[in-house]
């Protein structure tokens, strides 16, 4: 790197460089200026460290917000999911049944229903929960399932409670804790007694354990085997205790191994085929008609149905289990796989089943770390190239001015010389231009990789209330003029993880078809036979979900934008949510204005109902009520103001406290700006007509300037 030589310079310091302490001096002629690399890193640095306090600064990263559990690690993020069906070949999530737990402001309850997040609450730390078992007694049923500690980093084995069928479930604690790995407890009763068979392989051996003081109390009975099988489960067929386990062979686990006795407690003796090519357990094998099934897994659960089980042969095959898979990819909480499935009867005849799922992948952070580095790596090696390309072009044009020795290398060399000193001369407009995109490159490749290192694996996730999940449906009035910005709309929300449906309130022309939508979750078309912008809170029995967020087809933000939005309102279900704020203050007479007047006066007092959520029974019985008839009149006649409306009847229902709630938006793009389409493409004309709204309304329902509320209110910070 290049020596940059001062004016008259003779090997002393003058004053004017005696304060760059950074300047390295070689008087052989070769060196270079230390200062351009230093600032340059501690540029990116800054930008480096200003984009890690933006990560962390956005909650959904932590995804429950609770430093001592759920820790991010190579195994995943495994949660426990409730299915219900009239077969075990007919299951659907929880959340199809809907089933509503009011205390968790769940309508309906979605989910994961078990996740680390329920036991570290609870006060039982844990990083994910995995490997469910369902064991019934009386009228309870009891969840046994891994919990990693971590803490110790090993598996424990968990027990939840549930009174309800599998909608809810009670912690009830550890209860089974060793110096080894547990994992997919199995528990039976035998003679009278309850046994639980835990995969703890790492010993080598199968193990039973009894029951002391059922759930949380157990003692280790008998090793049954001295083989270290995982996944292993012993069912009763034909007067016989059948136990299926793998066996690692060359790091996998694709031999099945089929043992048989007289007792679960042995002695155990290997079926003649023993081993059989299949893919390891997922999950207790169950019968079904008389038949047996054993289920099995690689990313997702299968099932192979056993046609011939006897001492001297076995076949399975394999049929369709009937589980839609997620389709939501990593946004959803089983998107990436899923390892055990138990199914279990009960008394009403229905089945339930609960089953695990993650939405990354093994050494997902691994991974992501070593791109991380080497990105940050790369944005280095871009700064120490420019530093010392530009050491070299100053360096060089001294070299050059004092050279008389011109041979043939030598003008080649200057001709590259001169390329260079034309792109990275700093004095020029193309060397800064060149300089400044270089830098420009190196901050956004380095931002990159603090993104992959500290982002998580780009999931967006939802966020829980209570410990629980929910969903809620979208709904969306639109026409013909903009079926663009709707197959935009349906594509990117469908994928959310919270949306259970989407409503299209079809107010012109004729209507598309439901089967030209790129769409992850079901659509529906709801045609009006009047173009009025009532329609949008017409009272729609079809909706299921007691949430509905409406948001107009020509906005674009991101799905963790609207899960925040959810959390807020699940947590107050008596206002309206959104993304929008307004403030309407007196004196009269009263003008609509934009955003920037209510954060000038820090305050609002109404949300746009073109995003926002609302529990959909309320908002439109009081829309469509007699109370309100004449605010539809007014918006049929200026075919506007539908939601300034509802904010009045928010406002005039809830006599004192708040009405609205605002969720500031990381960002949201307006689509129709590009299309023309938009109701209030003459900005000027529509706060004029939104004025008259105002008063008449005010006149009508009462006024909101009393309604005021200041941003930055919540904990949450969502609000600023």
């Not at 528990?187 to 010993?203: A, E, H, Q, T």
């Not at 959310?496 to 439901?514: F, H, L, M, Q, T």
Request: aromatic letters at 12%.
């Amino acid at each position: 790197m290049g020596w940059i030589p001062t004016a008259g310079n003779t090997g002393r310091t003058s004053d004017k460089t005696h304060g760059f302490r950074w300047r390295v001096h070689d008087n052989g002629g070769g060196g270079s200026s230390m200062h351009p690399l230093f600032v340059s890193f501690l540029l990116c640095s800054c930008f480096g460290v200003f984009y890690i306090f933006y990560l962390f600064s956005n909650p959904n990263l932590n995804y429950y917000n609770n430093s001592l559990g759920c820790q991010e690690d190579n195994e995943g993020s495994w949660g426990i999911g409730v299915f219900y069906g009239d077969s075990p070949f007919s299951l659907k999530p929880i959340e199809a049944m809907n089933i509503w737990d009011n205390k968790s402001a769940a309508w309906p309850v979605a989910n994961p229903v078990l996740t680390c997040a329920s036991l570290t609450d609870s006060g039982f730390p844990s990083s994910f929960v995995h490997g469910p078992f369902l064991y019934a007694q009386d009228d309870s049923l009891y969840m046994f399932f891994e919990s990693k500690n971590p803490i110790t980093m090993q598996g424990d084995i968990g027990v939840a409670r549930s009174m309800d069928d599998g909608a809810t479930w009670e912690q009830l604690g550890v209860a089974l804790d060793k110096d080894l790995h547990l994992s997919r407890p199995y528990v039976f009763d035998y003679n009278g007694k309850i046994y639980m068979m835990p995969d703890g392989s790492v010993k080598g051996d199968v193990r039973l354990y009894r029951a002391i003081e059922f759930p949380l109390k157990w003692k280790l009975e008998k090793i049954i085997l001295d083989r270290p099988l995982v996944d292993a489960f012993i069912i009763q067929h034909e007067q016989k205790y059948w136990l299926f386990g793998s066996y690692e062979t060359r790091l996998t686990y694709d031999h099945l191994e089929i043992w048989y006795s007289n007792s679960p407690f042995g002695p155990w003796t290997p079926h003649k085929n023993t081993p059989v090519s299949g893919p390891r357990n997922g999950g207790p094998p169950f019968s079904y008609n008389g038949n047996v099934y054993r289920l099995a897994h690689d990313d997702q659960v299968r099932v192979f149905k056993v046609e011939v089980l006897t001492v001297n042969s076995y076949k399975e095959v394999e049929v369709d289990l009937g589980i839609e898979n997620p389709t939501k990819g990593i946004n959803a909480w089983n998107g990436a796989r899923s390892h055990h499935l138990n199914v279990h009867r009960l008394k009403t005849g229905q089945w339930l089943a609960v089953a695990d799922g993650d939405r990354t992948l093994y050494g997902d952070v691994t991974s992501r770390r070593v791109v991380g580095c080497g990105l940050i790596l790369a944005a280095g090696s871009i700064i120490y190239i420019l530093c010392w390309l530009l050491g070299f072009v100053k360096c060089s044009i001294l070299i050059t001015h004092n050279s008389k020795k011109k041979n043939g290398v030598f003008l080649v060399s200057e001709r590259l010389k001169s390329r260079l000193r034309l792109s990275m001369n700093p004095n020029t407009y193309k060397g800064k231009f060149v300089l400044s995109s270089l830098v420009i490159i190196s901050i956004v490749i380095m931002c990159v990789g603090f993104g992959y290192i500290y982002g998580g694996n780009g999931s967006e996730k939802p966020y829980p209330v209570n410990g629980r999940f929910s969903q809620f449906t979208l709904l969306a009035m639109t026409y013909d003029a903009r079926i663009w910005n709707l197959k935009m709309y349906v594509k990117h929300y469908s994928r959310c993880a919270s949306v259970r449906e989407i409503v299209v309130v079809w107010n012109k022309g004729g209507p598309p078809d439901v089967n030209g939508f790129d769409s992850k979750v079901p659509v529906r078309i709801r045609v009006e036979e009047q173009n009025s912008l009532n329609n949008r809170f017409k009272p729609d029995p079809l909706i299921h979900t007691k949430a509905v967020l409406e948001l107009d087809d020509d906005i674009m933000m991101s799905c963790d934008v609207l899960e925040r939005g959810f959390k807020t309102w699940r947590e107050n279900p008596q206002r309206l949510v959104g993304f929008y704020p307004r403030l309407v203050t007196g004196p009269p007479p009263l003008k609509y204005r934009p955003e920037k007047h209510a954060r000038k006066h820090n305050g609002y007092n109404m949300i746009l109902t073109g995003a926002a959520f609302v529990d959909h029974e309320v908002a439109f019985e009081r829309y469509w009520g007699k109370e309100a008839e004449p605010g539809r009149k007014m918006v049929d006649e200026v075919f506007n103001c539908e939601d300034v409306l509802m904010n009045f009847l928010y406002a005039n229902a809830t006599r004192a406290g708040v009405s609205v709630e605002y969720v500031k938006p990381a960002w949201a793009v307006d689509t129709s700006k590009f299309s023309g389409v938009a109701i209030s493409g003459n900005t000027q004309a529509h706060y004029r007509v939104r004025s008259k709204c105002l008063e008449k309304f005010t006149k009508l329902y009462g006024g909101l300037s009393d309604r005021k509320v200041e941003f930055r209110r919540r904990k949450d910070g969502w609000d600023l």
